[in-house]
């Protein structure tokens, strides 16, 4: 019985100790789960294949689930498609090697939300040391990723600002003595980043010599806690160019208040640098160019009515500066009275904001003179828009406004004669039909040989006579009529408010009236004319009939011309005694013999003793100081008088009468053996007219007195053109004129 009872009380003794235990098991357990429901961190188990089979309750704040609606779930499912695979492989691989892995990856939430999760996981086995359970902690890191994001995207704006400003970082090291360089660093001094053949201070390897003392003082001195903050020039390793660098740098102190590192900038300010200097250059240029240009600065305080004006507008406007201040009253008297108004309504309408550009003329102070001046000016406001001053810029511009009135009148004027030229006159042809002012007629008038006159007496001399007929046809027309120059030769009249009658009494006038004559030609203008009745009409039809006018008369006054022209410079020939009358009836007569005695025929006889007579009408435009000088005549003289046998050529050419022996002028001194002038042709490439001629002229000049020699006697003359026959002259016809000559005088 005390057995049983005693069984019974060791019994009791068990029971209550076993329900205490179990009592304090699950108040363990309890406490252990209240721990983990306070763990903000996801606690999950799972089985080798990724099921959950346990998760604590902050999977409702990670996933927006319940543990109920996770368990048995595979954890692949709630993360983004892009992760699943390397997760997956993640979780095998630590299955099989059993060490701890931490993974990071991104999630679906029961909302939809996607965050970034970081997982550390740990592999559990069991008595026979399998892998039975892998146990996981996770953590929403989405503010953490955020974080790191904007970290990367500031320190990678921070090198692209530090590649496009060129500011490099550097740091040295106060207890190691060590150096370190930024990538920027490194390029601003020329070097590839880290390069191993560079020592650690790429500053010392680099600086300009002149620059290291101050450098190191300037070191030593931000040790003592003095700014550092200098201005230096490298030389560049990579090219050797030499670039301007700025460095500031500050002391870091430890948590004991000790330096330990010094931290600083590079910037490479080269482009800096050459702006500035070009800024102080421009700034230098400006105040030259303002007074080279005549600028000045002005500024009207309105609440004194005073201006303040630079030294350059005191200038322009020729007031003494006593003071850079004037009263604005001052400033109005100088202008003329006619612009007064006009500035004043100028200077009221620019005070309400409006624009102020006048230009004007004043009577300058200092020595009256009338000066052009251009102003322009803006209202200046303060903060809160309020206008206080009116700032302005004043420059002379007359003598650039006579400029361009000089420009404008070269613009519309010919060079040569001072008439309007031909652009002026089709916009004024313009301006007459858009204003229909009808009609209107127009007068074409060409100079009558003027090619010719340029090929003889030169283009300088066939100027003058265009001037001249310009100034005839201004002195003839109406202060109405417009006068141009058409072309070359061509002079173009615009008669407005002027029918088909009215032109024609003008025609007739300036046909009458216009001519120019002098001592050397007579020259003259073939004019022609039509009226534009109405805007019907067609202007260059119009254009064309007065053209066609005016070649009609041309060809009728042609002839006569060009006799009159020949006329005039044979008279002339004989004025300057180039071609004395004895002198012409001499070859006349010579050549006329010798032409008989080589059987000439009678046709070509004429146009022998044409030439005889005509052979030197080039030297019309030889001068006299040439022709008639008694010594030799120098290299530049003899070119010019060589110049005669083609301008008789030219003329000739442009004569129909003379048209026939044109080639024998050009040819007339040449030489049998090919040393004559101007081709050098020889023996039978000469013509023969020219032979002839050249014996008969060489003859005569021998036996008459020439400013540059004395007469010989016939049988010198003879026996010197003997000499020279198959040299200068055709051996023939040399024979056979000394054979005439000397039976003309037996």
Not at 10 to 36: G, Q, Y
Request: proline share 2%.
């Amino acid at each position: 019985m005390n057995t049983d009872n005693e069984l019974l009380v060791k019994l009791k003794k068990m029971i209550v100790k076993l329900e205490t235990e179990n009592v304090a098991l699950k108040n363990e357990i309890k406490r252990h789960r209240l721990l983990l429901d306070s763990i903000t961190d996801v606690l999950s188990t799972h089985d080798t294949n990724g099921n959950f089979t346990f998760v604590s309750s902050s999977c409702l704040n990670l996933f927006g689930l319940s543990p109920d609606e996770m368990i048995g779930r595979c954890s692949y499912d709630f993360m983004l498609p892009e992760f699943r695979t390397p997760i997956k492989k993640s979780f095998h691989a630590l299955v099989k090697s059993s060490v701890c892995s931490t993974l990071t990856y991104q999630i679906i939430k029961k909302d939809k939300t996607v965050i970034w999760v970081e997982s550390t996981n740990y592999a559990l086995r069991d008595e026979e040391n399998q892998v039975c359970e892998v146990i996981s902690i996770s953590r929403d890191i989405t503010d953490r990723k955020k974080d790191e994001e904007s970290a990367q995207e500031t320190i990678r704006r921070l090198k692209a600002t530090q590649q496009l400003s060129h500011i490099g970082n550097w740091e040295f090291n106060l207890k190691t003595q060590q150096s370190e360089y930024s990538a920027e660093s490194y390029k601003i001094f020329g070097f590839e980043h880290v390069a191993t053949n560079v020592s650690s201070d790429i500053v010392s390897i680099c600086v300009l010599p002149e620059y290291k003392q101050m450098l190191n003082k300037a070191f030593r001195e931000l040790l003592h806690g003095k700014t550092y903050k200098e201005e230096f020039k490298i030389r560049r390793a990579n090219d050797n160019q030499i670039r301007t660098i700025f460095s500031k740098a500050e002391i870091f102190y430890d948590d004991f208040g000790q330096p330990f590192k010094a931290v600083g900038i590079f910037q490479d300010i080269s482009e800096q640098k050459q702006i500035e200097e070009a800024l102080l250059i421009s700034k230098r240029r400006l105040v030259e160019a303002q007074a080279l240009a005549h600028i000045g600065n002005w500024e009207l305080d309105m609440s004194a009515n005073q201006i303040w004006a630079s030294s350059e507008a005191f200038r322009i406007y020729g007031l003494d500066r006593i003071s850079p201040k004037i009263p604005l009253k001052t400033v109005q008297a100088i202008a003329l009275p006619q612009y007064r108004n006009q500035l004043d309504e100028a200077l009221v309408n620019a005070l309400k904001g409006m624009k102020y550009e006048e230009e004007y003329k004043i009577r300058r102070a200092s020595d009256g003179m009338e000066r052009i001046i251009y102003s322009k000016a803006e209202l200046m406001t303060d903060d809160k828009s309020n206008s206080y001053k009116l700032v302005g810029v004043v420059q002379d511009v007359t003598e650039r406004k006579k400029r361009e009135d000089e420009i404008k009148y070269i613009s519309y004027h010919d060079k040569l004669t001072g008439l309007y030229n031909r652009r002026f006159f089709e916009e004024e042809i313009q301006r007459l039909r858009s204003d229909d002012e009808y009609p209107f007629s127009i007068i074409i008038g060409d100079i009558n040989g003027l090619k010719l006159i340029n090929d003889v007496f030169g283009h300088t001399e066939g100027d003058r006579i265009i001037q001249t007929f310009a100034t005839k046809m201004k002195q003839t027309c109406r202060q109405t009529d417009i006068i141009a120059r058409w072309g070359g030769d061509e002079i173009i009249i615009l008669l407005p408010n002027t029918d088909e009658k009215k032109a024609e009494l003008i025609y007739k006038r300036i046909d009458k009236n216009i001519y120019h004559e002098d001592h050397s030609l007579r020259a003259s203008i073939s004019l022609g004319y039509a009226t534009m009745v109405n805007a019907d009409a067609n202007i260059n039809q119009v254009l064309k009939s007065a053209e066609d006018f005016m070649y009609r008369r041309k060809l009728l006054e042609g002839n006569s011309l060009i006799s009159s022209i020949l006329s005039s410079i044979i008279s002339t020939l004989k004025e300057r005694n180039i071609q004395t009358e004895e002198h012409s009836d001499r070859l006349k007569n010579l050549s006329r013999m010798l032409g008989s005695a080589l059987d000439v025929p009678e046709n070509r006889l004429d146009d022998l003793e044409l030439l005889a007579v005509l052979h030197d009408i080039g030297k019309i435009a030889i001068k006299d100081v040439v022709i008639n000088k008694p010594s030799s005549l120098s290299d530049e003289e003899w070119r010019e008088m060589k110049r005669h046998s083609e301008i008789g050529y030219h003329i000739a050419k442009s004569t129909p009468q003379l048209h026939q022996i044109s080639e024998f002028i050009l040819s007339h001194h040449e030489r049998w053996d090919g040393s004559g002038y101007p081709r050098g042709l020889k023996a039978d490439e000469i013509p023969y007219l020219s032979r002839i001629i050249a014996v008969i002229d060489a003859f005569d000049a021998m036996t008459n007195d020439r400013p540059y020699s004395k007469a010989m006697s016939v049988e010198q003359a003879l026996s010197e053109i003997e000499k020279c026959a198959g040299t200068q002259f055709d051996p023939q016809i040399a024979y056979i004129f000394c054979n005439t000559i000397r039976r003309f005088y037996e």
